[in-house]
């Protein structure tokens, strides 16, 4: 593997030069898209801006951003019901666009997300970020552990791999098991899948009872679409399973990939800053919090002027810290990476709980195999439980006892733990859908 990556000096410009560099481009993207794009010339109209408006704000970003409207998932999501079947976000004609994907729907409806050729590039292109970061080049093999459906995070990983010269391996409509021998056969140096998987296939390659993923030639996963590569439970889990250095990922298919971990400075996940405008907002006032406070991440994708998104609500919980990190990047950073998710949080017995919150307890019990929460309604009132798959040769009851006072502990609530028959539980390749709200979405 090539154990350096030289930093783009944009990655490692001072935070004023950042900021022009931001307010010019967000002043292109405006100029370019006014018009053309029906969604955001009809948003910017109904807040009275047009570009020129713009512009009167001098170089002050700050002073920019706050006469912009917000965009949520919601507005997306009825604007393409609406409007039949791609919305009316796109800037170009249709026959411009080359590439189709949608989101998991995991939260609502999938949302149609259309490419062309030059906004495509550019979501290559912060990929590339995310194998700098991880010190990711042309000598090494990357098996990809996902069955490529629409879904865009793996598409750009994939082709922006090829385009670093690395050796790509895909690994789509086969089986764990197959997977597994697929990985060994090429001496893969990589694996890119959910950190789910991860821990997915490292179980099934133990069961094959051949060499452990752990003695094997991969240095390092690239782990995306959960929160569980920056959970340090989850994260030392499938660093021991494997032998290997586990580094963290986050995006979003309307917004591109936002985040990336780099090499010297585990648990942070760098911003993508020369690509996005990322604010960190109170999520009941909107208005910005302060350096390690916790907030809603707000993003404008700044190079994907074909089908844009400005000032999008992500939803996603951050902590913000803007010092420059040790490898040299004076990008800022997600301590902790994604917390959780705004709309994830539910009240349990007056305890604000996050999905996060109850894997990072569990993830710490290596007798545990799989899990499951539940929440579930005695009139209004909600209550959560836990249920577990374990090791054989487990002292179940001690474990139980274990594991209900770790919860206790954790998030202030008292949680009943069940033990359920091996292999009951689901297995996930992509996401995993463990938290489940008894007669709601998980």
């Not at 780099?262 to 109170?282: K, M, R, S």
């Not at 390690?292 to 089908?307: D, K, S």
């Not at 017995?349 to 309604?377: D, H, M, Q, W």
């Amino acid at each position: 593997m090539i154990t350096s990556h030289r930093i783009p000096d944009s990655e490692k410009s001072e935070r004023s030069l950042l900021a022009s560099l931001q307010t010019a481009r967000l002043e292109e993207l405006l100029s370019k898209i006014y018009k053309l794009n029906q969604f955001y010339t009809r948003k910017l109209d109904d807040a009275g801006i047009n570009p020129d408006t713009v512009k009167t704000s001098g170089n002050d970003l700050n002073a920019i951003l706050n006469k912009l409207p917000f965009t949520t998932k919601t507005e997306l999501v009825t604007d393409q019901e609406a409007n039949k079947p791609w919305g009316t976000t796109l800037t170009e004609p249709i026959e411009h666009y080359t590439r189709h994907h949608q989101t998991s729907g995991t939260t609502g409806k999938p949302l149609k997300w259309l490419d062309t050729n030059e906004s495509w590039q550019w979501a290559l292109e912060c990929w590339k970020a995310v194998y700098r970061g991880a010190h990711v080049g042309s000598k090494d093999r990357i098996v990809f552990a996902f069955s490529f459906g629409p879904f865009f995070g793996f598409w750009t990983a994939f082709e922006a791999a090829g385009q670093i010269g690395a050796y790509c391996v895909p690994a789509g409509g086969m089986s764990s098991s197959q997977r597994v021998a697929l990985i060994e056969a090429v001496n893969a140096t990589v694996i890119c899948c959910t950190p789910t998987y991860a821990l997915r296939l490292a179980q099934v390659g133990h069961e094959a009872g051949g060499q452990p993923l752990a003695n094997g030639s991969v240095k390092l996963l690239i782990v995306a679409g959960e929160p569980g590569g920056s959970i340090p439970a989850t994260k030392q889990r499938i660093e021991q399973a494997w032998g290997a250095r586990v580094f963290d990922h986050h995006g979003l298919t309307e917004v591109g990939p936002i985040s990336f971990e780099c090499w010297d400075n585990p648990g942070f996940l760098h911003l993508n800053e020369p690509e996005y405008i990322c604010e960190v907002l109170d999520p009941k006032t909107l208005k910005p919090v302060t350096d390690g406070e916790a907030g809603e991440l707000v993003v404008t994708n700044l190079g994907r002027t074909a089908n844009p998104v400005i000032r999008y609500r992500t939803g996603d919980i951050v902590i913000r810290q803007s010092k420059i990190c040790s490898c040299g990047r004076t990008l800022a950073r997600l301590e902790g990476g994604v917390l959780g998710r705004a709309d994830d949080m539910l009240s349990i017995r007056g305890v604000n709980v996050y999905p996060t919150a109850v894997e990072s307890i569990l993830r710490r019990f290596k007798e545990i195999i799989e899990f499951r929460s539940t929440v579930s309604f005695d009139g209004t009132l909600a209550l959560l439980s836990v249920e577990i798959e374990i090791m054989p040769s487990t002292d179940s009851r001690q474990l139980v006892g274990r594991v209900e006072r770790s919860l206790r502990e954790g998030l202030g609530l008292t949680v009943p733990v069940l033990i359920v028959e091996p292999d009951s539980l689901p297995r996930f390749e992509m996401k995993a859908h463990r938290f489940i709200v008894e007669n709601g979405n998980p």
